[in-house]
Nanobody
Framework: VQLQASGGGLVQAGGSLRLSCAVS????????MAWFRQAPGKEREFVAW????????VYADSVKGRFTISRDNVKNTVLLQMNSLKPEDTAVYYC????????????????WGQGTLVTVSS
């Protein structure tokens, strides 16, 4: 299974970005999907999670109301729409897949994308 994340870049505070993660080599509809992020000098942290059908989502408190995770089980893609971005959102963002219902625990995920850098300037 391969995950390819894209869509990062430089944006001003208050702006928006949409991250995309394309999944290949596996049965996408059987994977729970999530986004994590890691800022310089910090541990990787959970951002958002989506269920197999896409009907259920979970967000970190720090992004709730600003970020939206979604998935397309035909295109084998998971998206992260990020609005009202803040400088503290600056990090490398990773998509991850799991066959287990783990949600926020990074060590429960089987496959990871390479990461895409998001930089929010003040």
């Amino acid at each position: 299974v391969q995950l390819q994340a894209s869509g990062g870049g430089l944006v001003q505070a208050g702006g928006s970005l949409r991250l995309s993660c394309a999944v290949s080599g596996g049965a996408f509809r059987n994977y729970f999907m999530a986004w994590f992020r890691q800022a310089p000098g910090k541990e990787r942290e959970f951002v958002a999670w989506i269920s197999l059908s896409g009907r259920n989502t979970v967000y970190a408190d720090s992004v709730k109301g600003r970020f939206t995770i979604s998935r397309d089980n035909v295109k084998n893609t998971v998206l992260l729409q990020m609005n009202s971005l803040k400088p503290e959102d600056t990090a490398v963002y990773y998509c991850a897949s799991s066959s287990l219902f783990v949600v926020q625990q990074p060590n429960g995920y089987d496959y990871w994308g390479q990461g895409t850098l998001v930089t929010v300037s003040s």
